[in-house]
């Protein structure tokens, strides 16, 4: 009988809850994914990020399902709201005050935009020595394409991701997920915190050029170097590998789908014992890694007829039983009813009027720090939620009332 799995831990906001980067105020400008992925992870860890959303709300929120921002809520928790008219004078001259006490500042705009709303760069680091500004864009903030839009689809293509991607008889394969805003993001987040680290030692704040494409192309290498040397291009091979063999997707008896690797040569030979055949081990077809590699199709058909006569369970249990590399192929519906997952906390679940049921699953914290833990202090905002407590402080109550009658802040 398989065991019940836990429900998802339930987690509730802390408003008082601090983390290491407490006191880092962070202005952020960007849209999407890329941006809000950077910033998302400083919020996790105590940073003050302060959104700075146009009237119609940063374009994160349009993508809803049935209704519910669940982008939105799941990358822009811990997070605090201003609504400003940035085409207007007095806007950007608000931002350019809380830039002035901040010590990051992210944006997202086409290159040349900022410097069009008066926030160069170059005037930023004038009043504030020591700030830290992110730069994302799709192609960088110099060269050929610094003007061309470049959202992650077109970088994913670019970079030769999508060309290595899915079945040599099929067309590339672009990712089903936003990959090239994620690894800029991630890029983007550690490139942050080494700038503040200079900054802080050193009183000295610097831009950050993040575009879409050099993280993409970092992440793939040394497919250029190889082919530098051989001449060849890498072949799009599926979820085979061309480096070790046998590793692959798998279907089951029941008609679910495993994944298995065995990346050693001990591993192998384990393998081969697990599936009755030891006699493999010496076999000259299969005896070492460069002869499995030349001989694939007819190991993969032995591994997958293994397999293919037994149920998913099954199969777990006799490869988790020989040490043997293998896993599932999880959809979404697995991950919220896994075990793992929920005792890990790798998903938690956050109250949220919007949701069925009152609950949101999203992902807990990541990285995990021993000493100073990821927070949950907030939901993400609502549109301007925090316009008053954000700007009162540079307006006073009167000020802030003019710039609502007159359209400059919303929300």
């Known amino acids: ?137 799709g192609w960088g903030q110099t060269g050929p394409f610094r003007h061309k839009p470049g959202f992650g ?51 000295q704040g610097q831009v950050i050029d993040l575009s879409l494409f050099d993280p993409m192309l970092a992440i793939l290498e040394p497919q250029t170097a190889n082919h530098a040397i051989t001449g060849r291009l890498k072949e799009r091979t599926g979820s085979r590998s061309t480096n070790t063999a046998p590793r692959n997707a798998y279907r089951t008896k029941d008609g679910g789908w495993v994944c298995l690797s065995s990346s050693t040569q001990g591993m192998t030979e384990k393998l081969f014992r697990s599936i009755g055949r030891p006699d493999l081990i010496a076999d000259p077809r299969f005896r070492t890694n460069p002869d499995r590699l030349r001989n694939w199709e007819v190991l993969h058909d032995i591994v997958a007829g293994f397999i293919a006569e037994r149920g998913t369970e099954e199969n777990l249990a006799i490869f988790d039983a020989a040490g043997v590399t293998i896993g599932p192929i999880k959809d979404a519906a697995g991950l919220l009813d896994d075990g793992f997952v929920a005792e890990r906390e790798a998903l938690v679940a956050v109250p949220d009027e919007d949701m069925p049921g009152g609950w949101l699953p999203m992902h807990g914290e990541v990285p995990r720090l021993s000493a100073t833990p990821g927070i949950l202090a907030r939901p993400a905002p609502k549109l301007g939620e925090h316009n008053a407590e954000i700007l009162a402080p540079l307006l006073g109550e009167a000020g802030l009332a003019r710039l609502r009658e007159a359209g400059v802040v919303r929300g």
């Not at 799941?74 to 350019?96: F, G, H, M, Y």
């Not at 991607?165 to 550690?190: K, S, T, W």
Request: glycine letters at 8%; charged letters at 20%; aromatic letters at 6%.
């Open 1 to 137: 009988m398989t065991p019940v799995s836990p429900p998802l831990h339930r987690k509730s906001f802390d408003p008082a809850a601090k983390g290491a980067l407490d006191g880092v105020r962070v202005v952020d400008l960007s849209r999407l994914v890329a941006g809000n992925l950077l910033t998302k992870v400083l919020a996790d860890h105590g940073a003050e990020v302060v959104k700075v959303e146009p009237p119609e709300g940063d374009s994160l929120r349009a993508w809803r399902v049935q209704g519910v921002e669940t982008s939105w809520k799941t990358w822009c928790r811990n997070k605090k709201s201003i609504c400003l008219n940035l085409r207007d004078p007095e806007a950007q001259a608000l931002v350019r005050r809380l830039a002035s006490g901040a010590q990051m500042l992210v944006e997202s705009f086409r290159p040349g935009v900022l410097e069009t709303m008066g926030l160069e760069p170059e005037a930023l680091l004038e009043a504030n020595p020591a700030l830290v500004i992110v730069r994302v864009s």
């Open 153 to 203: 689809t077109l970088v994913e293509g670019y970079s030769g991701f999508a060309a290595i991607n899915g079945f040599a008889d099929r067309e590339p394969v672009l990712p089903p997920m936003f990959m090239g805003d994620a690894y800029a993001g991630l890029y983007g987040a550690a490139s942050a915190m080494i700038a503040l680290r200079h900054a802080e030692a050193q009183g």
